[in-house]
């Protein structure tokens, strides 16, 4: 059975940072790759950021590009997301996906998360 199990959300104030994880069982990461996506209240999903399989390709949506580093741990099977610099805006539920290849498109994805709760205070 395949599960994508995300943790690390919480409250931080603004300017704070938060590091998401994202563990994987039944599934070899090492295959797909990996990406973050969120939903803020009353938002459609939206990209945040992907990394290939090898890790040595990553890509950022424009909104989070110098805030965000998304990493991949083979040996743990887990994918991460630093968070610095956070903003109110970045108040969302957050979600990893894996897929059979990098792309800022949400249903290019076959496995998701549960998402775990990001709140940003100003």
């Known amino acids: 059975q395949v599960q994508l199990v995300e943790s690390g959300g919480g409250l931080v104030q603004a300017g704070g940072s938060l590091k998401l994880s994202c563990v994987a069982s039944?599934?070899?990461?090492?295959?797909?790759?990996m990406a973050w996506f969120r939903q803020g209240p009353g938002k459609e999903r939206e990209f945040v950021s992907f990394?290939?399989?090898?890790?040595?390709?990553?890509y950022y949506a424009y909104s989070v590009k110098g805030r965000f580093t998304i990493s991949r741990d083979g040996a743990k099977n887990t994918v991460y997301l630093q968070m610095n610099s956070l903003k109110p805006e970045d108040t969302a539920v957050y979600y990893c996906?894996?897929?059979?290849?990098?792309?800022?498109?949400?249903?290019?994805?076959?496995?998701w998360g549960q998402g775990t709760q990001v709140s940003v205070s100003s």
């Open positions: 039944g599934l070899p990461l090492s295959n797909y790759a």
């Open positions: 996906a894996a897929g059979g290849r990098p792309t800022t498109r949400w249903s290019s994805y076959d496995y």
């Open positions: 990394v290939n399989w090898s890790g040595a390709s990553t």
